[in-house]
């Protein structure tokens, strides 16, 4: 016989043949080994009908998981109903259970791992998504061992069918795909997904590569020396990632900003210009960058012109250290030259020895080329790529992706320590890992990890298990692989192969390799006496981490099968087994998979049991196979094979990533790479727990992030321990979002700074973001210049738990990386932050010496300083100042010394003018805060230097802490090469201050704008300023307050100084500045200041307008390099006002055959208005242009110029004016006729809700809804219709019209190309004259008061426009028609408004008719119709509409309910009748609709249940014919904190309500808060189902969840087309007068309340005691018991059973919830005449504590009682309490529950003394009693403590005595109190002498008027919401 064969050692993958293979063929979609063993684990394709194919389950700890699962298959939740592989109900699919889990859980479902695909490699899947609120499904990637990335998303219900998605992958190495399915609050549907498929995915095969050349990851084979060249060779980049090119060798391809420190090494006047490509036919420059292959990309290039013969032009690297003397050292870079007259360009090489050249060409190239060149040299050089130019140089030189090979670096001055696991090779100050020493590789660049190593041994050969199975995996194909027999069971596992010995029970194949050949364990149930046990039991494991995963085949196929459970169990004396698996019964004739990733990190030693129970017979056959572990730590199992390079080796041998050292995550399983003393040497390693470790917070955020452990105070947000202990004592940082904060606050920490990264460096990082109204945080990198880029930016809620963050760090710079997390919409917002570190290849900590703190009442300054000495960059300028020191970056501008030393090494700080800085940036330096102080800061002195052709505006400002501001100098333009000083006064205005240095970027680079040595000064101004009242500027120079609207209003108003007119935009020439006039935020290019050619031929001006010579300056945007329809926008300041002929004049040029478009555009905040516009080539010649502005509010102009279709399309604009603009002065009063604005403008009433924002600050165009007939288009076209009898049709359009040159580009609503309008088509089949009508479906009321308009914008461009009418059409088979408006011919391509006053003296509807012109260019558009008040729409088009209540149905709830009733059964409450507001704080609406005085119904949250239902019924109408006929609408009011659901429905007659039945339909509906306005519901009462049959209409609303949700609806209209309506008998009552209609449910009728008074029992009202809308629960009246056992009273304070107290129910919610109980408006009280006394009842074992606060805008929050814990079951009086207040105030009484329901507080009977006074007699309503009587008790009504003030009610003509007899009630008052005072008033907007204050809107009828009180001080007052049509005057 022959001998034994040595085993065939196999460094990779082992087929079962023997073959041995390279990792990258297993899982890359070719089977390999001929029996495919190494693609057996990574099916292509999965339908999931037989198992899941390996896609596996990772997320662990939580029940939201993945599962496969069929519509057959029990399960109490969604499901799709058929699979789509089958698509029967038998099909399998795999779903998340979305009844599982909480909301913010995440199921992930993950594939197997595939090493390699090919280019066109796509993954493809079908899903399911529907139902409601069911969250979202994401698919992720994970390639590269990159960070997971997302590649499609899709998010809510996608309809009841299964759908496809195709992503296509491309080429990737170790790829593994995710499904990533996330949890909402309350999801009602199923996420699902089958058929998943990877297509196209064979990639290209593995090459052998020759010794010179590097195989990339995918096979493919390149030459070594094209390794790290900064450009992808290897298609899948791995000859440029971090492993490759671990290390930074002064490459750089010029994306970033920086340049890598490359300078422009000459003195010569041209410069190298990092620069983009410049499209266009006329360019000469490269098309794309050589990086990226694209024109994006960055590269470096000298300007085209302004060349000088023989000037040399040199771009210079970094510094880099003396070459290697057996090592060769390569530079790489591309070069482009092209064009003309090129002269030189050469490379060489500089030391301190001299020059010596490399390089050179003359030879002009059509493409980027490749140079490579080889350097030596025995000391540091430089290299510098230079060009020499020739006579006339026209072309271009550019220079792109500068490398040096792995054997060239940069000098370095200091060199970081390397990390404690890590040793410094002998040169360079490279770092390796210490266990690469001696190990036969030579990492070191000079070889000196290798050197003097002992002769190495032969290592020992790993083994591995057979077949395609990792280790750790037993197939059982040679044994039970350390597994081991229980000896105390009852019986053992059999090892087989084939079927087992049993019919009809157990498998026929194992699972390993799906034949009978293959071995398998099972349990043999003949024979087996029923429960007997068996158990196998696993190697011991010595630890396990977070990965650790169990995984297992089994099957189960029988009629008796017994259970299956799987344990683990540490070693531990009396630990208890944790079981992860169990499973009993028959489960099919095939094998099922399971694996589980064990919970928690076990750092003791475990191991996994098996337990089988046998059932009852001999059908109970059980079989396991493909048992394992994943990523556990055998203590005696399998030899680990050696880490590799970029790997760990582990304290128990396995390898990890270096790069996942030290990120507080045990990666490892033995906690060895998380090692303290190792990772505390860790660059920015910090757990927060004893120190911030040098990270910091900013001085100029909002607020700052703080240190915490434990839960934060806010409830539903916020982690509850933190990451590092997972518990309650460890520390953590976060951001606390509650009160004060609000939305949009910042707060910022940095860390150190640190030296530049010597490899790949990530800042990792573990954060928690939960929470329903979370910001954002971003993270930026900052470079030692406090330039930021920003990184990523984590946006709204992320998970419950901390998630770790691995961000990568891309610079060749020290840096420090910046954390701003941002306050959203409410508390539920906390951000925390815990475990930061930076990844190995992230260097030391830089040694960075405090800046010392400046004095405190002075901020000196000469910048030698690297902190600015407490100067601060403002955070959102557009660019930083920077410190510097010699000359700055660019020829021809800025300083070449500083100020202080006048040397090359002093400081100063400058803006650099740069690209990509633009025209009109801005870099704003703010000092340290100041206190004023005369002798120390009165002045500021400072130098500065203001030098280069492109120079703007230097400015200083005083920004005081109450944030006014005022410009104090200014200084413009070019001031010559030289520093000059200033000194500048500050005025003293009493408060703290900033000083800000503002410096705006001119039209190019030669504009850097400097400052130095900075001191302040004494003496102060003699003359303080003045403190100006709200609303109020002040002038300094003439020290006077003007109103703050005659700001930028075209007047002089500050007199003896134009200061208020000199920051606004104004008349410009253009030749030396641009007159304030600015590049807007939103622009896809910008407008240049130029002088002669533009740069283009054939296209722009070759001279200005105002001088007609080529010295003459004017602007324009240059269309070179932009795509069609690029636009620019040029703005001016905010104007505050105009007068009503106001006009912009200029003079404008479009020359080019390809032009685009200029218009004039108004922006008034987000509403655009054009106003003038122009297009197409106008021929070479400036032009003048005109554009009416006419009176407006708070608006800019903006010339937008938009790019025609190629690069000649330059436009340019000059000598710009305004004529007639002036506003009037002085600012008028609103007039009766007029709308008051929010910001006091006036404006025409018929103005209001005209989708015009003519306030400017848009409070016109607010709740607007409800103006009858007013559309947008945006959902349909509302009352409007096309009708029979006309030529053609009006058409419903998004964007373009079909045809060219003809129709609008987007519509007049929104301005873009998603919103809609209608418009009339006029291509064939159209001839000319045919006509198309589009009229109203209401019909309106004559009117010939001209009350009403009509208001819409049209639009009409094209040659051939004919013309559009409006009519009013009246009724009958010959309607009579009047025309209202017409235009006619081309109005050019912009909407225009047109405003129509509507005199008609019959019953009409409009009619709007185009008609086609010549030809197709004719095309007429219309957008935004809307109407006033004063057209009324009419139920018949015959006469005027009836008075309300009379028609059935339609209701306004004043003086009936016009047979609308609440159900008598079928809901649980009533609607009941309100009028003002309803009875709690924060809820319900203030007045009816539309007036605020009448009457509404409602729903009372504090009387119900939660999802209590109330319905009120309509009366009975037959089903309209056809749809569009009948329609409903209602007015509604949705505002709380709970709101529930409010729906419009109908039911058929007979059909219940209170149920879902075939004959209830829901057609509207509405849920949560929707703002503090009435809206409007309109819908359309036409049905199939119903036929003629007769149904009514159900308004049904639902409680939320506590009492903040009351719901209110009013203005009831049915359309006139809906027919008769009918009542049935007894069921309407015509006088039903509205109050309240409650229907006797079991709730009980709240008593009325009495007078106004803080003292009450109860019994007859609440007495203005309210619940607060700021409570998390409500007080309860209440009569007997409470409903829980022990705790609460049984009776009142007077021990009456039947007496009324209110009280807390603490049955629900959860410990320290408050119940707040707001008393009446108090009058200020002091020394104790206000007091107070009540009963309280505090009986309970779990009672918390009940508190008396009061409350004033003074004093603020005061406790002046309290009392805790249980009292006994008893009522007791308090001790007198003093109630004593600076100001108005309200008592509060705070309930806090405790830890359970016995806890229930009650109070009673509370008294107040005679010494306390109220705000007014009958309500809490502010001028109750004029709207009872006419007249108000002037003693006590309102806040204010006066007894000369009284009301009156209603409008009057003339002017009236306010103590003249009242005849009838409301025509005048005063008279009951007598006097004889004749104080007369006019109308509601005079009422009395000039010089008083008004609070509130006219428009609604509300005027408050009062002595002695600001508008500032009106709108704090507190309380401030008065009632509707009360005029108040103060009477003397």
Known sequence: SCPTQPPVSCSGYQCSNGKCLDPRQVCDFVKDCSDGGDELKCPTSCSFEVDDCFWRNSQVGDSYYWARHSATRPYSGKVAPIDHTTGTASGFYMFTQLDAGTAGYQAILQSPKFSRTSSTCSFNFWYYMAGVSIGSLVVDIRADNQPIRVLWTKSGDQGAAWKQANLLIGEQFQVQMFFMASRTVQPQGVIAVDDVAFTSCTPRALSTCTSSQFQCYNGQCIPSTSTCNMRRDCTDGTDENHITCPFINGNCNFEDKAVCNFRNGSSSVSFFRRTQAIQG???????????YQNST????????????????????????????????????????????????????????????????????????????????SSIAFNISIEAVRATGFTGVFAVDDVSFDPNCFVAKTTQPPCPVWQSPCKTGGQCILSSWFCDGDKDCRDGSDEAGCPVPTTPPVATFPPGPYPAGICTFQTGLCGWKQSTTDNANFNRRRGGTPSVSTGPTTDHSTGTAAGFYIHVEASGLAPGSKLQLISPTFSAASYKCTFTMAYHMFGTSIGTLQVYYKTLAAGSTPTKIFDMTGNQGNSWKTFNQTVSNTILQPFVFTINVTHATSFTGDIALDDVGFINCHPSNGLVKPPCNKTQFQCGNGNCVD??????????????????????????GYCGFENSPCGYSNVVWDTFDWVGYRGPTPS?????????????????????????????????????????????ACYFRFWYHMNGATIGDMKIYLVDMKNVSSLITNFVGAQNTAWRLANVAIHTNHPFKVRVIGTVGTSFTGDIGLDDVSFSYGCASQLAVTPAPQPPKFQADCDFEDQIFCGYTNEFLADLFWTRNAGATLSPSTGPVLDHTFQNLTGHYIHIEASLPAALGH?????????????????????????????????????????????????????????????????????????????????????????????????????????????????????????DSRQVCDFNNDCGTSTEDEDSCSKACDFETGQCNWKNAIFRDLVWARNSGFTSSAGTGPSRDHTKNTTQGFYMYAEATGQFYGAFANYRTTLFQRTGTTCKINFWYHMFGTNQGQLSVVL?????????????????????????????????????????????????????????????????????????????????????????????????????????????????????????????????????????????????????????????????????????????????????????????????????????????????????TRTILWQKAGNHDNIWHRADVTVKVSYGYRYVFRGIRGASF?????????????????????????????????????????????????????????????????????????????????????????????????????????????????????????????????????????????????????????????????????????????????????????????????????????????????????????????????????????????????FDSGNCFWSNSAFGDFPWNLHEGSTSSFNTGPTTDSSGNANGHYYY????????????????????????????????????????????????????????????????GNRWIKTPTIVLNSNAPFRVHILGYRGTSFTGDIAIDDIQFSTGCRYANVTSSQYGYGAKIDGCSDRNRDGLFDSTHIAACKGTWSGRQSLRKAQSTPYSGCGNKYGGNNNRQCGSPADLCEPGWHICGSLATGVAELHNNINGGQCASAGYGRFSGGVNHCHIT
């Open 281 to 291: 036919s006329l360019s000469r420059g490269p098309r794309i960058d050589s990086t």
């Open 297 to 376: 990309g960055y590269y470096m290039m000298l300007p085209l012109r302004g060349a000088s013969n023989g000037e040399i032009v040199g771009l210079q690297t970094p510094t880099m250290q003396a070459t290697q003397s057996k090592a060769s050292c390569s530079l790489r870079f591309y070069y482009y030259l092209s064009g003309g007259s090129t002269g030189t360009v050469r490379v060489q090489m500089k030391t301190a020895s001299g020059t010596t050249p490399l390089w050179s060409t003359s030879a002009q190239t059509s493409a980027w080329r490749l140079v490579q060149q080889p350097i030596s």
């Open 658 to 683: 270096l790069y996942s050292l030290c990120d507080f995550k045990d990666d490892c399983g033995d906690r060895s790479d998380e090692n303290p003393t190792t990772c505390a040497a860790q660059p």
């Open 715 to 759: 409830v539903g947000t916020g982690p509850t321990a933190d990451h590092t202990y997972g518990n309650a004592s460890g520390r953590y940082l976060y951001l606390e979002t509650s009160f004060p904060r609000s939305a949009g606050d910042r707060a910022v920490f940095e860390s150190p700074y640190f030296q530049a990264p010597y490899a």
């Open 922 to 1042: 801005e870099g704003r330096l703010r000092s340290p805060l100041l206190t004023p102080n005369p002798a120390l800061n009165s002045r500021v002195s400072f130098w500065y230097h203001m030098y280069g052709f492109d120079v703007d505006c230097l400015t200083v400002f005083i920004q005081y802490s109450d944030g006014s501001s005022a410009a104090l100098w200014k200084k413009c333009l070019d001031q010559g090469s030289k520093w000059h000083n200033t000194i500048v006064d500050i005025p003293n205005a009493g408060q703290q201050f900033y000083i800000r240095f503002v410096a705006t970027r001119g039209n190019g680079f030669t504009g850097d704008i400097s400052i130095d040595d900075i001191v302040f000064l004494g003496p102060a101004p003699t003359t303080p300023p003045p403190k100006c009242a709200t609303g109020q500027w002040y002038c300094f120079k003439s020290t006077k307050c003007i």
């Open 1163 to 1375: 922006w008034t905040g987000a509403f655009k208005e054009v106003i003038w516009s122009a297009h197409a080539n106008k021929g070479d010649v400036w032009l003048p242009g005109t554009a009416t502005i006419g009176a407006r509010y708070n608006f800019s102009v903006v010339f937008e110029g938009m790019i025609g279709s190629s690069f000649l399309s330059d436009i340019a604009i000059d000598d710009v004016s305004f004529s007639g603009c002036a506003a009037p002065n002085p600012i008028p009063a609103c007039t009766t006729s007029q709308f008051t604005c929010n910001n006091r403008n006036c404006v025409p009433l018929y103005a209001k809700c005209d989708d015009t924002n003519d306030c400017g600050d848009d409070s016109d165009e607010q709740g607007c809804v409800f103006y009858t007939g007013n559309c947008d288009f945006e959902n349909g076209t509302c009352i409007w219709s096309n009708v029979v009898g006309d030529t053609f049709n009006w058409t419903y359009q998004q964007g373009f019209t079909p045809s060219g040159l003809t129709g609008p580009n987007y519509d007049h609503t929104l301005g873009n190309r998603t919103g809609h309008y209608v418009y009339i088509e006029t291509s064939a089949p159209r001839a000319s004259g045919d006509f198309a009508d589009f009229v109203s479906n209401y019909y309106y009321g004559a009117t010939t008061d001209g009350s009403c308009h009509i208001r819409f914008y049209y639009h009409m461009f094209g040659d051939h426009v004919a013309n559009i009418t409006l009519y009013a059409e009246g009724t009958g088979l010959a309607p």
């Open 1417 to 1657: 260019l004719g095309d007429i558009a219309l957008d935004d119709i809307t109407f006033n008040m004063g057209c009324a729409w009419i139920p018949s088009p015959t006469g005027p509409p009836p008075p309300a209540g009379t028609t059935v149905g339609d209701c306004e709830f004043e003086t009936e309910t016009c047979c609308w009733f609440n159900t008598k059964a079928g809901d649980q409450y009533d609607w009941e009748c309100g009028r003002d507001s309803t009875v709690s704080q924060g809820t319900g609406p203030n007045g009816d609709f539309p007036s605020g005085k009448g009457h509404f119904m409602y729903i009372e949250g504090s009387t119900a249940l939660p999802f209590n239902q109330a319905d009120l019924l309509g009366p009975f109408m037959n089903g309209p014919a056809r749809r569009g006929q009948c329609f409903f609408s209602m007015a509604y009011h949705m505002l709380g904190t709970s709101v529930g659901t409010l729906q419009i429905q109908t039911v058929r007659q007979g059909s219940p309500t209170f149920f879902f039945n075939s004959g209830l339909r829901v057609l509207w509906s509405r849920s949560g808060t929707q703002g503090g306005n009435w809206l409007n519901a309109s819908v359309d009462l036409y049905s199939t189902t119903y036929g003629a049959t007769p149904f009514q209409v159900v308004v049904q609303a639902s409680r939320g969840n506590s009492f903040s949700s009351d719901i209110a609806v009013d203005y009831f209209r049915f359309s006139p087309a809906c027919g008769p309506l009918f009542v049935r008998k007894n069921l309407c009552a015509k006088n039903d007068v509205c109050k309240a209609i409650n229907t006797n449910h079991t709730g009980r009728t709240v008593p009325p309340n009495k007078d106004l008074t803080g003292t009450c029992d």
């Open 1704 to 1767: 807390i129910e603490t049955s629900t919610g959860s410990n320290g919830q408050v119940a707040i109980f707001e008393g009446p408006h108090v009058l200020p009280s002091l020394n104790g005449a206000c007091t107070m006394t009540m009963f309280y009842h505090m009986f309970g074992t779990t009672i918390g504590h009940l508190d008396v606060v009061i409350f004033s805008k003074v004093d603020g929050f005061q406790t002046v009682w309290t009392k805790a814990g249980p009292q």
